[in-house]
């Protein structure tokens, strides 16, 4: 159904607000599907995954590779996480134009200085906080959102240190309006993205096919994405996906990006081939042996 972005510099309620949202949309008489992806879903320290740019880049890594995997035309996916860098904003918009649902920003705007105090005050409780140094980098690289930016529109705004988020909040139920109203002749202040020839994966002539070379390639990836984020940069000799199937061998490191580049091209050749030949493979292991040989010959010439 759609995919909202909250953004906002960090401890600036971003995590009240999600759970508001989430609240507001279930209260709805047609209780719709709302699924909260952040880095507590993957047990992930804050001050470990923005160590240094490396750790953040592998952080952002896992929280796109994990809302790719679960964008549908059923569900509501809420990003809580810091979404400060304009040019991530934009690659989850594109995900969402992919999968063809609306998008969304809901925005927490508050000073710096309130920031640091609901910082200082969660880490003299004992909670989950940034040290200091951490928290000043992030603070002077937040990159606020701006709604003439097509990622960062439509934009819902929350003021935190101003009036106490909850589920009643105008932001919260401008947003939950904007994710659930009817789409008609009327709703001309509804945006559904629509996906371009690009984004769209082929369309198999068996249902089962579509999904298990879907499910099955997807899996490749986040298995890629997840040894390269252990190995820290460091040398891969081989990723193993189970027992019965070939290795991923991979000599560098490779972007989430590439990967799903590749991803697309292999989906859209196995579609174009099967028109003339045999249907693509119905099962997720024969479709995880096609697609990391295909990988292994692309990344070996590339």
């Not at 061998?249 to 099967?274: A, C, D, M, Y």
Request: proline residues 4%; contains cysteine.
């Amino acid at each position: 159904m759609a995919l909202v972005v909250i953004c906002g510099q960090p401890c600036s309620g971003k995590s009240t607000a999600a759970l508001c949202l989430t609240r507001a949309l279930k209260d709805l008489e047609s209780k719709p599907s709302v699924r909260i992806i952040d880095e507590t879903s993957f047990h992930l320290d804050r001050n470990q995954s923005y160590a240094d740019m490396t750790a953040e880049k592998n952080l952002r890594g896992v929280l796109r590779s994990e809302v790719d995997r679960s964008l549908s035309k059923d569900n509501i996916i809420i990003v809580d996480s810091l979404n400060s860098i304009k040019g991530y904003r934009y690659e989850l918009w594109c995900l969402a134009r992919a999968a063809g649902i609306r998008y969304c920003v809901l925005y927490c705007d508050a000073e710096e200085n309130h920031c640091r105090k609901w910082n200082d005050e969660r880490r003299e409780k004992g909670e989950a906080s940034y040290n200091d140094k951490i928290f000043e980098d992030l603070v002077r690289r937040f990159e606020k959102p701006d709604r003439r930016n097509r990622w960062d529109s439509p934009l819902f705004e929350l003021w935190p240190f101003k009036d106490i988020i909850e589920k009643s909040s105008s932001a919260i139920l401008d947003a939950v309006s904007y994710l659930t109203k009817k789409v008609d002749s009327k709703s001309q202040d509804v945006k559904i993205l629509q996906p371009t020839i690009a984004t769209q994966s082929a369309r198999f002539t068996e249902a089962n096919s579509l999904y298990e070379m879907d499910r099955a390639t997807q899996e490749v990836i986040t298995a890629i994405v997840e040894a390269q984020s252990q190995a820290i940069g460091g040398p891969i000799n081989g990723i193993s996906l189970g027992q019965g199937l070939p290795t991923i061998n991979i000599s560098r490191s490779v972007g989430l990006p590439e990967l799903r580049r590749l991803r697309r091209t292999f989906i859209k050749l196995t579609g174009q081939s099967s028109l003339s030949g045999p249907p693509p493979p119905s099962d997720a292991d024969s479709a995880k042996r096609m697609f990391v040989d295909y990988l292994n010959r692309e990344l070996e010439t590339i």
